[in-house]
C-alpha cells in the first residue's frame, strides 16, 4: 500500500519541474544584421512581468569569448543560465591553452543541442536565441529557438521581430551597409516595434562585433512621433462594436 501511494505521487503533476513552465519576466525582440565589416545586434531593455514592464534596465546583448555575441529573448532567469553554460564552454575551451578558441559557428552549434536537449526533457529553457560574431574574415549569423530550431541568415529577429521587423530587413538590407547605414536601419526595426510591441520600451542597446573586437553601446532612447491619426483615435471606421 505504502509503494503504491509512494508510485502514484512520483506520478502526480506536483513533483513536476515547474520551473519555467509559466515564463515570468521576459524580454522581447532582439534584431541581428550583418553589414561590411562584422555583425550588428539590438534590443530593448525592458523586462516585462507578465503584462506589466516591471524592469527597464536588462541586458539582453553579451559577449560570449572573443568570437561571439549573443542575444536573447524571453525568460531572463533561463538566459542567465544559458549565460552560466557559455561561460563553463569558454573556460573549458580555454584550458586546453592550444592557440584556438571557439567561433561564431562553434557557439551557435552548441546552443542548438542544449536548447534541444531540453526541449526533449520537457524542460525547456525558455528563450530564443540569436549568435552573431567574426573570426577569421568569417561572418557568421544564426538563430535557435526554445525547442531547438535553428538557422543561419543575413539579418534574423526574435519575437514580434520576425513579423514586423524583417519584413523590413527584407526590403532595405544590403550586403555593403556601412556601420552608420546599419545602425539607422536597426533603429527603424526597433521603433516600428516600439509603436506596436506593447512589451518593448523606449531605451536600448545596439552592439558590434568585428575582427577588431566587440562594443556594447550605452543604453540611449529614439526619437519618437505619438500624433499619427491612427494613433490618436484608432476605431475611426472600424466595423464591429469594439
Same mark, same amino acid.
Request: aromatic letters at 10%; glycine letters at 10%.
Given at each position: 500500500? +505504502?509503494?503504491s501511494?509512494n508510485?502514484n =505521487? &512520483?506520478?502526480?503533476s506536483?513533483?513536476?519541474?515547474q520551473?519555467?513552465?509559466?515564463?515570468y +519576466?521576459?524580454g522581447t525582440?532582439?534584431?541581428?544584421i550583418?553589414y561590411?565589416?562584422g555583425?550588428?545586434? *539590438?534590443a530593448?531593455? @525592458?523586462?516585462?512581468?507578465?503584462s506589466?514592464?516591471?524592469?527597464?534596465s +536588462?541586458?539582453r546583448l553579451k559577449?560570449v @569569448?572573443?568570437?561571439?555575441?549573443?542575444?536573447?529573448s524571453?525568460?531572463i532567469s533561463?538566459f542567465?543560465e544559458?549565460?552560466?553554460?557559455l561561460?563553463e564552454l569558454?573556460?573549458h /575551451?580555454n584550458m #586546453?591553452?592550444d592557440?584556438? %578558441?571557439?567561433?561564431?559557428?562553434?557557439?551557435?552549434?552548441y &546552443?542548438?543541442? +542544449?536548447?534541444?536537449?531540453?526541449?526533449?526533457? $520537457?524542460d525547456?529553457?525558455?528563450n530564443?536565441l540569436? &549568435?552573431?560574431?567574426?573570426k577569421?574574415?568569417?561572418?557568421?549569423? @544564426?538563430?535557435?529557438s526554445?525547442?531547438?530550431?535553428?538557422? !543561419?541568415d543575413?539579418?534574423?529577429?526574435t @519575437? $514580434?521581430?520576425?513579423h &514586423? *521587423? =524583417?519584413?523590413?530587413? =527584407?526590403? !532595405?538590407w544590403? !550586403?555593403?551597409?556601412?556601420?552608420?547605414?546599419g545602425?539607422k536601419?536597426?533603429e527603424?526595426?526597433?521603433?516600428?516595434?516600439?509603436? =506596436? /510591441?506593447? %512589451?518593448?520600451v523606449n531605451?536600448?542597446?545596439i552592439?558590434k562585433?568585428?575582427e577588431?573586437?566587440?562594443?556594447i553601446?550605452?543604453?540611449?532612447s529614439?526619437?519618437t $512621433?505619438?500624433?499619427?491619426a491612427?494613433?490618436?483615435?484608432?476605431t475611426?471606421?472600424?466595423?464591429?462594436s #469594439?
Open positions: 500500500m +505504502v509503494s501511494q508510485e =505521487r &512520483l506520478l502526480s506536483e513533483g513536476d519541474s520551473r519555467t513552465q509559466y515564463p +519576466v521576459t525582440s532582439v534584431i541581428g550583418k561590411k565589416d555583425i550588428l545586434m *539590438a530593448d531593455m @525592458g523586462g516585462s512581468y507578465g506589466t514592464i516591471r524592469y527597464k +536588462v541586458e559577449q @569569448g572573443k568570437h561571439s555575441l549573443i542575444g536573447a524571453g525568460e533561463d542567465q544559458i549565460l552560466r553554460y561561460d569558454i573556460l /575551451d #586546453w591553452d592557440g584556438n %578558441s571557439l567561433g561564431p559557428k562553434e557557439v551557435h552549434n &546552443l542548438t543541442r +542544449v536548447m534541444y536537449n531540453r526541449r526533449n526533457k $520537457f525547456p529553457l525558455w530564443s540569436i &549568435l552573431g560574431g567574426v577569421n574574415g568569417k561572418k557568421y549569423l @544564426g538563430s535557435v526554445m525547442i531547438g530550431v535553428h538557422f !543561419e543575413d539579418h534574423v529577429a @519575437g $514580434f521581430g520576425n &514586423l *521587423a =524583417r519584413p523590413i530587413l =527584407r526590403e !532595405e544590403r !550586403e555593403d551597409l556601412t556601420f552608420e547605414e545602425v536601419l536597426l527603424k526595426c526597433m521603433r516600428n516595434l516600439l509603436y =506596436r /510591441d506593447r %512589451s518593448a531605451k536600448l542597446q552592439a562585433i568585428t577588431e573586437g566587440l562594443t553601446s550605452q543604453p540611449y529614439l526619437k $512621433f505619438w500624433n499619427f491612427a494613433f490618436q483615435n484608432p475611426v471606421g472600424a466595423e464591429g #469594439w
